[in-house]
């Protein structure tokens, strides 16, 4: 036995003599779901394209998220209002986003 654990060693088998040797067919099968992603949601009235599609815009709503919260801490500082908390958001907001898995260690 060469391996129990996903890894390299995921490649290779044994021969009848007991040498190791890369095994084509397991190595073929993996590169097809090289770059490949699972999109995962809760809201199942979404289609594929609308979760890729959701998943594409993260960066900028994040980027949107930031600069609209950085503008309003500069405007609270600037008319001497006191800053909110910064508390995180409950579960329950989070919930849409994709959930992402690189399939680089599979069966």
């Known amino acids: 036995m060469i391996s129990t654990q996903p890894?390299?060693?995921r490649f290779l088998r044994t021969t009848p003599c007991g040498l190791?040797?890369?095994d084509a067919a397991k190595v073929a099968a993996d590169a097809k779901?090289?770059?490949k992603y699972l999109l995962r949601t809760n809201d199942p009235r979404l289609s594929g394209e609308d979760i890729a599609r959701g998943y594409k815009q993260l960066p900028e709503?994040?980027?949107?998220?930031?600069?609209?919260k950085r503008e309003t801490r500069r405007l609270n500082t600037a008319?001497?209002?006191?800053?909110?908390?910064?508390?995180?958001a409950p579960g329950h907001r989070t919930r849409r986003y994709p959930l992402t898995s690189n399939?680089?260690?599979h069966g």
């Open 7 to 9: 890894g390299p060693d």
């Open 20 to 22: 190791p040797r890369l």
């Open 33 to 35: 779901l090289d770059g």
């Open 61 to 68: 709503v994040e980027r949107r998220w930031r600069d609209m």
């Open 79 to 88: 008319l001497d209002l006191p800053l909110p908390p910064r508390i995180p």
């Open 103 to 105: 399939n680089t260690h």
